[in-house]
């Protein structure tokens, strides 16, 4: 207000003064300060969401099994119908409830045709909410051009936004929305220590096909002209431990430093800004502010989602306790695989609720903060009153398959609704959308999943996918599952071991602790062995173990004197021990630490020139009694095929060894020491840094080696093998095009026998791989298109008919299975089963046991050279599984590893 004199002098207040456009601008902004997000909740009188497509079909799902979320997950409706309007779910009729009358009557008179789908009992579900995905950022196929994941100028930049790279191009929307997958977290990556913010997204394409149309509730809108902020969340991304020691030569010190050195700006402007919103009229500055600060501030005033990737004991301690200095909340810690040893420490972080654990359900020990994981993790964290929620890292995992994370954690233990809940309600809440999202209820987006079985079943496919009610998959394949595969499955009994893992700090001891020579089997109800007979009748019969050996199969087995132990297998089987290939099994304990390892080979290229001499022989550096290996005894992995890894052309002699042994002179520790001749073919230079000679390079210098056009030494002569058809030739190589390049090579050579590693692309060449007799190690056995040269992929159901190993072997080539990862060597068992599970018409049970058996055999050269006149047969073992090997409920109970005249108990 102005002040006027009269004219003897006094003081007369006069017109008020117009305040400066900075104070009313600053007033704007403190009106949003203080008010906590607070998303409005979707009822049943909400008609359209704010993502509705106008001429959108109404669609009522006939006569479903609906999980709803509701009463802590434990609510499913039989013959449940639901109307889907407007974007959002309208109506849930319960058991028998027909009535949509009222709905359908409105929609003619609007003008729209209502899609009727009759479910005949399928399961339903909400969509999958995944709350740590790159999806967009870190794209699929992998180029320089698109990878967006992280910045590396500086380990701390809050400022950076995932929205700012999100490519509306990735090829995973489609292959991820065929997982059921319907909202995503996208995080910056964890190079740095706060990688920048994220935001959430759905992956349906929109009409105007821009990053921000994508978004669910953005935290800032355009409105009248100028940015607004809502009433939503606002997410970050942290990140402490080995990622930032790595990229930024930070200790955890100098992380811990950051950390708090952030918060501190942080804290100083939200001082400010709280000091100059006391006031706003006396303000003679403009309202304090900083582009790069301004989140820290918003974190600090309990406004973002903290999502932090944190794995170890002391990384957890330390972000707790700048929880606790700087007084915000943490939503959840990501990765977090030592979590389970300390779910006290994570009660102690700020704030009334404790943070989330996102984790693996297997993913684990490649790099050391990783080492502790457990698959028990799960159980053991939601016992102790952790939330906890499965998630993808997409594409570390391939988020189409998250629903197998949920699952491989119910199968270790945690309770059916608890883990359908980790991937819908407890996400969508992690994520700050459980307002609108994560359960079936009425007025909530109408993001749903229609399966083709109990979600939690071996291979569990969506048949639909809707997304704001629009159904997203066209033509879906779908595939008739049997009875059994409808029903809620009971948890894994493994409170023993989750108890020795957590008692033993995460290094629990793996190793077999009951031997037994003699057994009978009782409640047996298959044999998948070849030599022994089956037990005719198809009832569970007995089986005799004398000495590790088979010595009577049937409903009259009697043991003979002596002591026996007496395991009933309740339904279950025997099969030939399993075959790990693929990953560095065998090779390496910890991927990340090169003391771990044996080290790679050279190059076989040195100034342009082929190198003579050496060919590595990766039996020299077999590796024994490792953590993967011994998991993966337990699940029923016998033998594993590794082959010095390199970036290069040549790799060197592949071994096959027992995981049961404890060093390589034990008896049937390497049952193979020279098994195959392998190289690699890449299409084109890693992205990320490691060479290739490339696929032309590469096969002039194969065709060389193959005539004997380089010299006499131990690499030449390996080759003159291959080329007499004595060794087999195993490539890994994976585009039709670098495939057919060996055809043709292989047609000018028709002694050779070669086999082709990884083939995401083979399923284009199947019937010229078949006519010269090609063995295909489909590795990883679901595809996805990681790079350039694998993004013709043939993905199986509910985008085509057949998977690509179900193709192969349906057009006569012979198959096998690999892996990638050490880990995931005792998951080989549920990849059979899901292989099965995906093409039952196309593969028989024994066919698909034969995929990591049998097959690889052959196509792997394990029987080459073992006798004088070679071909003599190989020894895996065999395994007697309690219950049906080809679900999540069956259990190893018994191993016979190769040499062994004994069985390991578990």
Same mark, same amino acid.
């Given at each position: 207000?102005?002040?006027?004199?009269?004219?003897?002098?006094?003081?007369?207040?006069?017109?008020?003064?117009?305040?400066?456009?900075?104070?009313?601008?600053?007033?704007?902004?403190?009106?949003?300060?203080?008010?906590?997000?607070?998303?409005?909740?979707? =009822?049943?009188?909400?008609?359209?969401?704010?993502? &509705?497509?106008?001429?959108?079909?109404?669609?009522?799902?006939?006569?479903?099994?609906?999980?709803?979320?509701?009463?802590?997950?434990?609510?499913?409706?039989?013959?449940?119908?639901?109307?889907?309007?407007? +974007?959002?779910?309208?109506?849930?009729?319960?058991?028998?409830?027909?009535?949509?009358?009222?709905?359908?009557?409105?929609?003619?008179?609007?003008?729209?045709?209502?899609?009727?789908?009759?479910?005949?009992?399928?399961? #339903?579900?909400?969509?999958?909410?995944?709350?740590?995905?790159?999806? @967009?950022?870190?794209?699929?196929?992998?180029?320089?051009?698109?990878?967006?994941?992280?910045?590396?100028?500086?380990?701390?930049?809050?400022?950076?936004?995932?929205?700012?790279?999100?490519?509306?191009?990735?090829?995973?929307?489609?292959?991820?929305?065929?997982?059921?997958?319907?909202?995503?977290?996208?995080?910056?990556?964890?190079? +740095?220590?706060?990688?920048?913010?994220?935001?959430?997204?759905?992956?349906?394409?929109?009409?105007?096909?821009?990053?921000?149309?994508?978004?669910?509730?953005?935290?800032?809108?355009?409105?009248?002209?100028?940015?607004?902020?809502?009433?939503?969340?606002?997410?970050?991304?942290?990140?402490?431990?080995?990622?930032?020691?790595?990229?930024?030569?930070?200790?955890?010190?100098?992380?811990?430093?950051?950390?708090?050195?952030?918060?501190?700006?942080?804290?100083?402007?939200?001082?400010?800004?709280?000091?100059?919103?006391?006031?706003?009229?006396?303000?003679?500055?403009?309202?304090?502010?900083?582009?790069?600060?301004?989140?820290?501030?918003?974190?600090?005033?309990?406004?973002?989602?903290?999502?932090?990737? /944190?794995?170890?004991?002391?990384? *957890?301690?330390?972000?707790?306790?700048?929880?606790?200095?700087?007084?915000?909340?943490?939503?959840?810690?990501?990765?977090?695989?030592?979590?389970?040893?300390?779910?006290?420490? *994570?009660?102690?972080?700020?704030?009334?609720?404790?943070?989330?654990?996102?984790?693996?359900?297997?993913?684990?020990?490649?790099?050391?903060?990783?080492?502790?994981?457990?698959? &028990?993790?799960?159980?053991? *964290?939601?016992?102790?009153?952790?939330?906890? #929620?499965?998630?993808?890292?997409?594409?570390?995992?391939?988020?189409?398959?998250?629903?197998?994370?949920?699952?491989?954690?119910?199968?270790?233990?945690?309770?059916?609704?608890?883990?359908?809940?980790?991937?819908?309600?407890?996400?969508?809440? !992690?994520?700050?959308?459980?307002?609108?999202?994560?359960?079936?209820?009425? $007025? &909530?987006?109408?993001?749903?999943?229609?399966?083709?079985?109990?979600?939690?079943?071996?291979?569990?496919?969506?048949?639909?996918?809707?997304?704001?009610?629009?159904?997203?998959?066209?033509?879906?394949?779908?595939?008739?599952?049997?009875?059994?595969?409808?029903?809620?499955?009971?948890?894994?009994?493994?409170?023993?071991?989750?108890?020795?893992?957590? *008692?033993?700090?995460?290094?629990?001891?793996?190793?077999?602790?009951?031997?037994?020579?003699?057994?009978?089997?009782? $409640? #047996?109800?298959?044999?998948?062995?070849?030599?022994?007979?089956?037990?005719?009748?198809?009832?569970?019969?007995?089986?005799? !173990?004398?000495? @590790?050996?088979?010595?009577?199969?049937?409903?009259?087995?009697?043991?003979?004197?002596?002591?026996?132990?007496?395991?009933?297998?309740?339904? $279950?089987?025997?099969?030939?021990?399993?075959?790990?290939?693929?990953?560095?099994?065998?090779?390496?304990?910890? =991927?990340?630490?090169?003391?771990?390892?044996?080290?790679?080979?050279?190059?076989?290229?040195?100034?342009?020139?082929?190198?003579? $001499?050496?060919?590595?022989?990766?039996?020299?550096?077999?590796?024994?009694? +490792?953590?993967?290996?011994?998991?993966?005894?337990?699940? @029923?992995?016998?033998?594993?095929?590794? /082959?010095?890894?390199?970036?290069?052309?040549?790799?060197?002699?592949?071994?096959?060894?027992?995981?049961?042994?404890?060093?390589?002179?034990?008896?049937?520790?390497?049952?193979?020491?020279?098994?195959?001749?392998?190289?690699?073919?890449?299409?084109?230079?890693?992205?990320? +840094?490691?060479?290739?000679?490339?696929?032309?390079?590469?096969?002039?210098?194969?065709?060389?080696?193959?005539?004997?056009?380089?010299?006499?030494?131990?690499?030449?002569?390996?080759?003159?093998?291959?080329?007499?058809?004595?060794?087999?030739? !195993?490539?890994?190589?994976?585009?039709?095009?670098?495939?057919?390049?060996?055809?043709?090579?292989?047609?000018?050579?028709?002694?050779?026998?070669?086999?082709?590693?990884?083939?995401?692309?083979?399923?284009?060449?199947?019937?010229?791989?078949?006519?010269?007799?090609?063995?295909?190690?489909?590795?990883?056995?679901?595809?996805?298109?990681?790079?350039?040269?694998?993004?013709?992929?043939?993905?199986?159901?509910?985008?085509?008919?057949?998977?690509?190993?179900?193709?192969?072997?349906?057009?006569?080539?012979?198959?096998?299975?690999?892996?990638?990862?050490?880990?995931?060597?005792?998951?080989?068992?549920?990849?059979?089963?899901?292989?099965?599970?995906?093409?039952?018409?196309?593969?028989?049970?024994?066919?698909?046991?034969?995929?990591?058996?049998?097959?690889?055999?052959?196509?792997?050269?394990?029987?080459?050279?073992?006798?004088?006149?070679?071909?003599?047969?190989?020894?895996?073992?065999?395994?007697?599984?309690?219950?049906?090997?080809?679900?999540?409920?069956?259990?190893?109970?018994?191993?016979?590893?190769?040499?062994?005249?004994?069985?390991?108990?578990?």
């Amino acid at each position: 207000m102005t002040i006027v004199k009269d004219d003897l002098g006094f003081p007369w207040p006069g017109e008020p003064e117009a305040l400066p456009p900075f104070v009313h601008e600053g007033m704007k902004r403190c009106a949003h300060l203080n008010h906590a997000p607070a998303p409005e909740i979707a =009822t049943a009188a909400r008609k359209h969401s704010d993502r &509705y497509v106008r001429g959108t079909s109404p669609v009522l799902l006939k006569n479903a099994t609906l999980w709803t979320g509701e009463k802590d997950g434990t609510e499913v409706l039989h013959g449940a119908d639901v109307w889907l309007e407007g +974007g959002v779910i309208r109506k849930i009729s319960k058991e028998g409830k027909k009535d949509f009358e009222e709905e359908m009557v409105e929609a003619v008179r609007n003008g729209h045709k209502v899609e009727t789908v009759e479910l005949d009992g399928a399961w #339903v579900t909400p969509g999958i909410v995944d709350v740590h995905s790159h999806m @967009g950022v870190n794209s699929v196929p992998d180029l320089q051009g698109s990878d967006e994941t992280n910045s590396f100028k500086a380990p701390i930049q809050p400022w950076l936004r995932s929205l700012d790279g999100f490519n509306t191009h990735d090829a995973a929307f489609n292959l991820s929305i065929a997982g059921g997958i319907t909202t995503m977290l996208v995080l910056p990556g964890s190079a +740095g220590n706060i990688g920048g913010q994220a935001f959430t997204f759905k992956p349906r394409w929109t009409d105007e096909n821009t990053p921000q149309s994508m978004q669910v509730e953005p935290p800032y809108v355009i409105r009248h002209g100028e940015w607004q902020r809502t009433r939503a969340w606002r997410h970050i991304k942290h990140a402490c431990g080995e990622n930032a020691k790595a990229w930024y030569h930070n200790a955890r010190m100098d992380a811990a430093y950051d950390f708090r050195r952030a918060y501190a700006e942080g804290k100083k402007l939200k001082d400010k800004q709280d000091a100059w919103c006391a006031a706003p009229k006396k303000q003679k500055e403009p309202f304090p502010d900083s582009l790069e600060w301004e989140v820290m501030a918003d974190i600090i005033r309990g406004h973002v989602k903290v999502n932090i990737h /944190c794995y170890e004991t002391v990384d *957890l301690n330390d972000l707790v306790r700048v929880s606790n200095e700087f007084q915000f909340p943490i939503a959840a810690f990501h990765h977090a695989h030592e979590a389970y040893l300390v779910p006290g420490l *994570l009660r102690q972080a700020w704030g009334k609720v404790p943070p989330a654990a996102a984790i693996f359900a297997n993913n684990a020990r490649y790099k050391r903060e990783a080492y502790r994981g457990t698959p &028990y993790a799960a159980k053991v *964290l939601d016992e102790a009153g952790i939330k906890v #929620v499965m998630k993808s890292d997409h594409p570390v995992l391939d988020s189409r398959f998250l629903i197998y994370e949920a699952a491989q954690a119910h199968a270790f233990g945690l309770e059916w609704n608890r883990a359908l809940a980790a991937v819908t309600t407890t996400s969508a809440t !992690v994520a700050g959308l459980d307002h609108r999202l994560g359960y079936v209820r009425p $007025g &909530y987006d109408a993001d749903l999943v229609v399966w083709d079985s109990f979600p939690l079943a071996v291979g569990a496919t969506p048949k639909q996918t809707y997304i704001d009610g629009i159904p997203q998959i066209i033509h879906p394949h779908v595939v008739r599952k049997p009875a059994a595969a409808q029903k809620i499955t009971p948890k894994g009994d493994y409170d023993k071991e989750a108890a020795e893992a957590v *008692l033993a700090r995460g290094d629990p001891d793996l190793r077999p602790k009951h031997r037994s020579a003699n057994i009978v089997f009782q $409640g #047996v109800s298959a044999l998948y062995l070849s030599g022994v007979k089956t037990l005719g009748s198809g009832e569970p019969g007995t089986v005799i !173990v004398e000495n @590790g050996k088979i010595t009577c199969a049937g409903k009259e087995c009697i043991a003979a004197a002596g002591e026996y132990n007496t395991i009933d297998l309740k339904g $279950g089987s025997l099969a030939p021990g399993l075959i790990s290939f693929g990953s560095e099994l065998g090779l390496t304990e910890i =991927t990340a630490e090169e003391t771990t390892q044996t080290g790679n080979p050279p190059g076989i290229l040195d100034d342009n020139k082929i190198l003579s $001499g050496l060919l590595v022989h990766a039996a020299d550096g077999a590796q024994f009694g +490792g953590k993967d290996e011994l998991m993966a005894l337990r699940e @029923g992995i016998t033998t594993g095929v590794s /082959c010095p890894t390199t970036g290069d052309f040549l790799k060197g002699m592949s071994y096959s060894f027992s995981l049961a042994a404890r060093h390589a002179l034990e008896q049937g520790a390497i049952t193979n020491h020279a098994a195959a001749l392998h190289i690699t073919l890449r299409q084109f230079d890693d992205p990320h +840094g490691e060479s290739s000679l490339g696929v032309a390079t590469s096969i002039g210098v194969l065709r060389r080696l193959l005539h004997g056009e380089v010299g006499k030494d131990e690499v030449a002569a390996a080759f003159a093998k291959v080329a007499a058809g004595e060794l087999r030739l !195993v490539v890994s190589v994976t585009s039709a095009d670098a495939i057919a390049a060996l055809i043709r090579l292989k047609r000018t050579l028709p002694s050779m026998r070669l086999t082709i590693h990884e083939g995401h692309e083979a399923w284009m060449l199947a019937d010229e791989l078949a006519a010269e007799n090609i063995g295909v190690v489909v590795s990883p056995p679901r595809s996805f298109p990681v790079l350039w040269d694998q993004r013709r992929i043939l993905p199986g159901p509910p985008l085509s008919n057949l998977t690509l190993p179900a193709y192969l072997h349906s057009r006569g080539v012979k198959v096998g299975l690999g892996i990638a990862e050490t880990c995931d060597a005792r998951l080989t068992r549920f990849e059979s089963a899901m292989a099965y599970a995906f093409a039952p018409t196309t593969f028989s049970r024994q066919d698909a046991i034969d995929l990591v058996s049998a097959n690889l055999v052959e196509v792997l050269g394990l029987n080459d050279g073992l006798g004088a006149a070679g071909g003599d047969e190989v020894d895996l073992g065999f395994v007697a599984y309690e219950g049906d090997m080809f679900s999540f409920e069956g259990r190893v109970r018994a191993v016979r590893a190769p040499g062994q005249n004994a069985m390991d108990l578990f």
